[in-house]
């Protein structure tokens, strides 16, 4: 894939989530959503939070819904077993729940601790109960995203979004 391809889908994902109207956004920092996370921090118009574990951004989520907003919650696969209890209160309360999940442990890694957790990120979210979407190319992520927003506001859907680490590209440490 040629990098000019590679360096557009955030911009793409991006105006997908505006589209959908999505008003916040809850992250945990990662290379994969960076360009992504630096689209939203430079936006007014959006509510970026930081999180220092993801299951605080499924309580954002929530609480943008209870109040009127749509959010979306950037993490990477790695951070899924860390909230994995908290996600029940989406499925249970059927409040919408945007996930964009990043994958490590597949392609070209090179931490083996990563791997465990990539093996159980989609099993474990589809156990309790959410939707489970992947994107391995730019086009099919902008088009998983729009579909997943959908899913996901005009349905009161919880839905994960993988991103594929190919997609992604080889991590430099």
């Known amino acids: 894939m040629d990098a000019e391809r590679q360096a557009a889908w955030p911009a793409q994902v991006y105006r ?4 959908a109207e999505v ?3 809850a992250y945990v920092p990662d290379a994969g959503h960076t360009a992504l996370i630096n689209l939203f921090l430079a936006d007014a118009d959006i509510s970026s939070t930081v999180l220092t574990t993801e299951e605080e951004g499924v309580a954002i989520a929530a ?3 209870l109040g009127g907003q749509r959010s979306v919650l950037l993490m990477q696969s790695s951070g899924v077993g860390n909230c994995i209890n908290m996600l029940s209160l989406p499925v249970i309360g059927r409040f919408p729940l945007l996930m964009l999940v990043t994958m ?3 392609w070209a890694e090179f931490n ?5 957790m990539s093996r159980a990120t989609q099993p474990a979210l589809e156990a309790i109960g959410l939707r489970v979407m992947r994107a ?3 086009v099919d992520l902008v088009l998983t995203v729009e579909a997943a927003a959908a899913a996901a506001y005009a349905a009161d859907g919880q839905v994960a979004v993988l991103i594929g ?3 992604l590209g080889k991590k430099k440490w």
């Open 16 to 19: 997908a989530l505006k589209a």
């Open 23 to 25: 008003r916040q956004m």
């Open 63 to 65: 609480g943008a819904w």
């Open 104 to 106: 490590r442990g597949e």
């Open 112 to 116: 083996p601790w990563q791997v465990p």
């Open 136 to 138: 391995e190319t730019p």
């Open 165 to 167: 680490q190919r997609l």
